[in-house]
């Protein structure tokens, strides 16, 4: 079932967790997965600072309000198995630093890697695993609105020779990954922040390598 959701809303936040609780009983997976990136807010607000404002809010604050509500819940509900909360940063921000890209977009993706660990730590002997999802540039409709589908044939190839492998990560393959955190078999895994970006965040000069 599908119910709407505000990240930019506190009570929206809880109105969604409560309606998921009343049609299943409990949750036993969030993936915090909403998220807008420094194209996508450019396209809705005209001044920096209220494209700085979105980003944090939604990708930021509204996840950290998701992932509180979800953890409130765990606590109420006795479990067997363990609960999952998969929530989803970026290479830039999360693992590595990109100089020259948007410094509020990076702090969103940070702010999600930290609240992992922070609730990873807390939750060490609750029925709850924690982990974070980092993915490099991955072809997902958003990303093709907000950004390849406004490059040339040529500023394109040029561009996907800067990445990892030539390419972009399929969401499939990051689905993949979220796929095996939700299941009962990645508690060993819990508090990690996970580099999905296919070798970006250990070589991120590999972006600027190439014009030279």
């Known amino acids: 079932s599908a119910h709407p959701l505000d990240l930019q809303s506190a ?72 609960a999952k909360l998969i929530n989803l940063s970026s290479v830039g921000g999360g693992v590595a630093v990109f100089p020259g890209f948007r410094l509020a977009d990076g702090m969103s993706k940070a702010a999600a890697a930290f609240m992992t660990r922070q609730l990873a730590a807390e939750s060490v002997h609750l029925p709850l695993d924690v982990f974070a999802v980092c993915p490099g540039a991955t072809n997902t409709p958003m990303f093709q609105a907000s950004t390849l589908n406004m490059m040339s044939a040529a500023e394109r190839a040029r561009f996907l020779k800067t990445l990892p492998k030539g390419r972009l990560i399929e969401p499939a393959e990051i689905a993949e990954i979220i796929a095996f955190l939700a299941s009962d078999h990645s508690t060993v895994l819990h508090g990690a922040v996970i580099d999905a970006s296919m070798g970006l965040g250990v070589r991120p000069g590999l972006m600027t390598e190439y014009e030279h």
């Open 11 to 82: 009570a929206s936040i809880e109105a969604c967790l409560d309606a998921v609780t009343a049609s299943w009983g409990r949750i036993d997976v969030l993936v915090n997965n909403a998220a807008v990136g420094s194209a996508t807010v450019a396209a809705y607000a005209d001044d920096a600072a209220a494209q700085d404002s979105a980003l944090l809010a939604i990708n930021a604050d509204g996840n950290l309000k998701m992932a509180q509500g979800f953890v409130r819940r765990i606590r109420d509900v006795p479990r067997e198995r363990a």
